[in-house]
Structures are given as C-alpha cells and as structure tokens.
C-alpha cells in the first residue's frame, strides 16, 4: 500500500468518524481566528475558548488592538501561558495589519508568516479556513498520528511533516483532515495510550496495536 492510498483510506475513516470539521477555536472573524490560534501555541484550545470572549469583548477590532499596548493585552491572556509574548506579537501583529496591509488579511502563508508570532501552522489555518485553499496545519496531534499511520517519516518537525503530507493528502482534503485529526487525538488516537483496539484506522495504519 503506497503512502497516497494509505491517506485516502485515513481520510475517508476520519470523515465517517467526524462528519463535521471544524476547528476547536472559537472565532467570529479572520483576525479573531489569527489571534486565538497565536494564543494556542503551547496551550490547549479549551483554555484559549475561556480566555478570548473577554479579550474580544474588550478589543473588538482590528484598530482596538493596534492601539493596545502589550501589557493591556496581556492582561487578558495571563493563564494561555508565555502570554507577555503573546501579547507582544498580538499588538504588533495588528500594527503590521493596519498599516502595512490596510487592514485587509494576507490569504498566502508566505505574507502572513511576515506577520509577527505567526508561524507556519496558523498560517496555513488561516488559509484553509477563511480562504479554502490548500492546508495543512501540522500541529501535535497531526505531527504524531500521520508519523503512526505511516503517512510520513516519523520526523517531528512541523515543516518536513507539512511538505510531506502535502505530497500524499488529496488537496481538497487535506485541511479538514487536520481538523479532523485534532478531534481524533483527542478521542481515540491519544499521546500515550491509543485506543488502538476500537480505532477504525488500526486496520491500515502501521503502528496498531490489536
């Protein structure tokens, strides 16, 4: 079985188990969805859906946060973790927005990744879900359950696994393959004991246990 006919098997699976793909962060807009995915890095989802109504509710646009300093800002996402950085990138981010691009979001990862804090992984969300291209989100859980299943090389670098999953997902599919995914890691394909004996995937997947 190539690495191509291994990915179609594990997106159809994952689209029976997960019907609906959507993204675990809350968000009403584009710059809503970039500042609560800059706010995930190294923090759970959960957390940052307790934290951003407030922050939202007190910096509701763009200009709101551009004309914030980091430490108000800060103020709002202390338990996110790392949040003086956060905060920092936020604010900026926000100036960069207003005043680079006039307000209007960049819809390629190589423009938003010039935006300060934003990676690789929140570009390509940022991509999928607001401009429905192409993207792949290698986050923790997609980094180790396609490394499991054997649609990559096992690496634990998030761009070496991005470009090789590129390679194998259908395009169409591939974002909400990750959106899917996250819910799997969740739920079934966990870090430290996968339910390997009730997963739907274990049949074609290299690393079950059953």
Do not use: W
């Not at 689209?15 to 609906?20: N, V």
């Not at 973790?81 to 390629?108: E, F, N, Q, S």
């Amino acid at each position: 079985m190539t690495k191509k006919q291994r990915a179609v098997l594990a997106v159809e699976a994952l689209k029976t188990l997960y019907p609906d793909a959507v993204c675990s962060l809350n968000a009403d807009n584009p710059l809503q969805l970039l500042i609560a995915t800059r706010l995930s890095a190294q923090c759970t989802d959960a957390r940052v859906n307790m934290v951003t109504p407030a922050l939202f509710a007190r910096f509701p646009t763009l200009e709101d946060f551009a004309a914030a300093t980091p430490d108000e800002v800060g103020e709002y996402i202390r338990s996110c973790g790392l949040y003086k950085t956060k905060a920092k990138d936020i604010v900026a981010a926000c100036v960069m927005l207003r005043d680079v691009y006039g307000g209007v979001m960049p819809d390629t990862v190589e423009e938003l990744t010039k935006l300060p804090g934003i990676g690789r992984k929140t570009a390509n969300l940022m991509c999928g879900d607001v401009f429905g291209k192409p993207a792949v989100v290698a986050d923790t859980h997609c980094i180790r359950i396609t490394g499991r299943l054997g649609l990559t090389d096992g690496s634990k670098d998030p761009y070496k696994v991005e470009m090789q999953l590129r390679k194998v997902l259908p395009p169409k599919e591939s974002n909400n393959f990750c959106h899917r995914i996250v819910h799997f890691g969740r739920d079934i394909c966990t870090a430290r004991s996968p339910k390997c004996g009730e997963c739907p995937l274990a049949e074609f997947c290299k690393s079950a246990i059953v």
